[in-house]
T-cell receptor, first 113, second 113 residues
Framework: QQQVKQSPQSLIVQKGGISIINCAYE??????FPWYQQFPGKGPALLIA?????SEKKEGRFTISFNKSAKQFSLHIMDSQPGDSATYFC????????????FGKGTMLLVSP | NAGVTQTPKFQVLKTGQSMTLQCAQD?????MSWYRQDPGMGLRLIHY???????DQGEVPNGYNVSRSTTEDFPLRLLSAAPSQTSVYFC????????????FGPGTRLTVL
């Protein structure tokens, strides 16, 4: 059973456009939702994270929107740039002692010049 | 700080061979994990450790062994390599505490012929 579902699998956006990646989860015990960015040949790196006590978190051009009742969260990349071309993973973790991250399957984003 | 380091970066094995993927971190993190990344499958947890001497299985542990004799090192052993273990392997570490960032290593690309 896939606990974190991510869509779309791939996305092409023109430079300057808005990239939107969506994730949905089932486990209501999840209470930490990070997004990771991965460039080819590199390990994933934390981009931005949110807890469910807020509905939105913004860092520069990157925004997480969180809908607790719908059990959904999304990543918005404003003014997308070619340098944003990467694979993005959403993830979720329970807050119970040490809990491992459960990842979505990833979205390959290509920002065309 | 070097962060999380992994060796080797690339490896080719024949079916049935054994090998150890090395992982080390210099951030004094208590928690360490091994993931494998396959196209369209996201990051899947193999094994993890919450401290020296303590390990546990993740989502896809079969065919892999781990041990944690020190805080710094968390090697992953393939006992008898199979083509299904062809993948990119990532090691990660996290400081204990609430919602701390998980840091990933650069990965090891393994091909089993």
């Amino acid at each position: 059973q896939q606990q974190v579902k991510q869509s779309p699998q791939s996305l092409i956006v023109q430079k300057g456009g808005i990239s939107i990646i969506n994730c949905a989860y089932e486990n209501t015990a999840f209470d930490y939702f990070p997004w990771y960015q991965q460039f080819p040949g590199k390990g994933p790196a934390l981009l931005i994270a949110i807890r469910p006590d807020v509905s939105e978190k913004k860092e520069g051009r990157f925004t997480i929107s969180f809908n607790k009742s719908a059990k959904q969260f999304s990543l918005h990349i404003m003014d997308s740039q070619p340098g944003d071309s990467a694979t993005y993973f959403c993830a979720a973790r329970k807050n119970s002692g040490y809990s491992t991250l459960t990842f979505g399957k990833g979205t390959m984003l290509l920002v065309s010049p | 700080n070097a962060g999380v380091t992994q060796t080797p970066k690339f490896q080719v094995l024949k079916t049935g061979q054994s090998m150890t993927l090395q992982c080390a971190q210099d951030m004094n993190h208590e928690y360490m994990s091994w993931y494998r990344q396959d196209p369209g499958m996201g990051l899947r947890l193999i094994h993890y450790s919450v401290g020296a001497g303590i390990t546990d299985q993740g989502e896809v542990p079969n065919g892999y062994n781990v041990s944690r004799s020190t805080t710094e090192d968390f090697p992953l052993r393939l006992l008898s390599a199979a083509p299904s273990q062809t993948s990119v392997y990532f090691c990660a570490s996290t400081r204990s505490g609430y919602n701390n960032e998980q840091f990933f290593g650069p990965g090891t690309r393994l091909t089993v012929l």
